[in-house]
């Protein structure tokens, strides 16, 4: 496919990347191999110095993981984009390359938990300050802004409260103190939105959600400009925290479907919130795709659909939201999302667990609280299963 082509989004999603080998296989090849072998000791010096391009090894080069990064930028509107083992690699791996002793980074208090362990726990070993933002006021993250920020990272939705983030507002912010605006794209995926269209620098992801979109295999990628990208290609080539084959293979044929199934779970969420709101038993519905949403409109700016992901409060605390988790028959309690299978999540003792309680409170995260990853199910019985907890 000539990068001449002016191609939509579906039709990237399926075409865009592939290199056929001398077989003429129609389906991407999984390369499973962990080196490749060179014509002579030349080529090999050649390809080990970057004068000529090609694959070497497999920590770094892989032709079915570039044939994934290359997917993955077309579909971002991506200069470029590096694979990793996983989200939390991908964030990892863009932080080590980016940052340095001294620097400082304004992180939204609306990211995933692993993502604020990281920034307050272990970044902060390696000389590198991190400002919460509780709340989505751009202001707030202006006010936050230092000298020596460096980045400002944020997720939109957030994950679980589904809180929408201004993204142009945000790179205006980020921009005017010289630093990068990093979006987490996890809960939209490039089907429902496109952050650097918006003025983004980089997109992070988890492909382990909706990318591979069947819950099969973890994986992550950093989309951006390639001055950025470049300094986390070094930085996995000598660390190491890579995509393997196997798993790019897997996520590659799930981006051939990603439209498709985010559109289909977008419209079950949608009517899943609508019916949860009405629900007596039910304190408040969080999903962007209600008018009901603080932000609904800033959402349906910046986002296709409402997405997948619906969070509710029960009314009451801990004791009747895990009364609707545990009389679920079928509905999957695991931390995942971003599955086919809906899955059910109590955040303030799972994903959010590790989180000080006062973080927890800042982020608006209560013991009431249940998150909902709609999958492909027939709604009725999404519904039913949750109502034998919830209206029992
Ligand atoms: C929004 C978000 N970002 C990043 C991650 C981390 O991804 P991974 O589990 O692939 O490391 C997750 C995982 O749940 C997530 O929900």
Redesign the pocket.
């Known amino acids: 496919m000539s990068s001449q082509d002016s191609l939509q989004l579906e039709t990237l999603a399926v075409r865009a990347g592939q290199e056929r080998s001398q077989f003429g296989e129609h389906a991407e090849a999984l390369y499973l191999t962990s080196s490749f072998v060179f014509d002579n000791a030349a080529q090999a010096a050649a390809r080990f110095s970057g004068a000529e391009a090609g694959n070497v090894y497999s920590r770094f080069t892989n032709p079915t993981v570039t044939m994934f990064q290359e997917r993955l930028a077309a579909l971002e509107g991506a200069e470029d984009c590096i694979a990793t083992a996983?989200?939390?690699?991908a964030?990892l791996s863009t932080v080590m390359a980016l940052l340095q002793v001294g620097d400082h980074v304004v992180v939204s208090r609306g990211?995933?938990g692993?993502?604020q362990q990281l920034f307050s726990n272990i970044m902060p070993r390696f000389g590198v300050e991190a400002s919460f933002v509780a709340g989505t006021d751009p202001a707030a993250f202006r006010s936050a802004c230092k000298p020596n920020t460096k980045l400002v990272f944020i997720?939109t939705p957030s994950?679980p409260l589904t809180e929408i983030y201004d993204i142009a507002a945000l790179a205006d912010v980020a921009h005017a103190a010289n630093a990068l605006l990093i979006v987490?794209n996890?809960?939209c995926s490039p089907a429902l939105q496109r952050p650097i269209e918006f003025g983004a620098d980089l997109v992070?992801h988890?492909?382990?959600?909706y990318l591979d979109g069947q819950g099969r295999v973890?994986?992550?990628a950093v989309c951006g400009k390639r001055t950025h990208t470049e300094e986390v290609f070094k930085f996995l080539r000598t660390a190491g925290p890579t995509l393997s084959a196997f798993n790019a293979w897997v996520i590659l044929k799930g981006l051939e479907t990603l439209k498709i199934r985010m559109l289909a779970q977008s419209a079950n969420a949608l009517e899943l919130a609508r019916r949860l709101e009405a629900n007596p038993a039910v304190a408040r519905v969080f999903y962007p795709g209600l008018t009901s949403h603080p932000q609904h409109e800033l959402a349906m700016r910046q986002q296709v659909t409402g997405g997948g992901i619906v969070a509710f409060e029960v009314k009451g605390g801990r004791e009747e939201a895990w009364r609707v988790v545990d009389n679920c028959k079928w509905l999957s309690i695991t931390?995942?999302?971003g599955d086919t299978k809906t899955t059910i999540t109590h955040p303030s003792s799972t994903?959010h667990g590790r989180i000080s309680a006062e973080a927890r409170e800042e982020a608006g995260i209560q013991e009431s609280l249940l998150r909902i990853a709609v999958g492909l199910e027939a709604v009725d019985d999404i519904e039913a299963d949750l109502s034998r907890g919830l209206n029992g």
């Open positions: 996983s989200g939390m690699a964030i990211t995933f692993s993502t997720e994950n987490d996890c809960f992070v988890s492909a382990t959600k973890l994986g992550g931390a995942n999302l994903t």
